[in-house]
């Protein structure tokens, strides 16, 4: 493989750029995630990847939708710091898309994966459910898409 370069080549608005890269990194998530099999007998999912990518769309997510009820940028890796400061109208939008009231307990779990899983090594064990993960990118991305339905995702009916 070639060298690769990337270049901004236009200033897209924080919104915009952080839609872009959520969905960018729940694309990578999914891919990891993906059941690949190698033989008939043997199938491979690289699961640390995945997390540490899903973890982080997640952060994305919540990022934005902060970024879009309050006009500020938030910063920080902790999911449930990031969910606990939306604004109580904005987490319950996206409770009703997780369609589970207990969705803070959820992230509340899952809330140091994008840390804890890149250093997987350093750990005698760790637990996740991935399928939750994903269902909580879900949600947040539906979030947005009812808040600010002109933000643009590739191969996305934009009217939704």
Known sequence: MSTIH???VATLPMDQGLLNQAVGFFNAASR????????PSIHNSPMTPGVVCAAFSVELYLKLIY????????????LKELFAALPAKEQQRVTMKYGNPEIAAHVAQMSDAFVTWRYEH?????????????????ACHLAVREMKPELTVFGENTCV
């Open 32 to 39: 990891c995630f993906a059941d690949v099999a190698i033989s």
């Open 122 to 138: 350093e750990h005698e064990s760790l637990t996740i459910n991935p399928s939750a993960l994903m269902a909580v990118a879900t």
């Open 67 to 78: 970024l879009l009820a309050t006009g500020s940028p938030q910063r920080g890796h902790k």
């Open 6 to 8: 990337l270049q901004k």
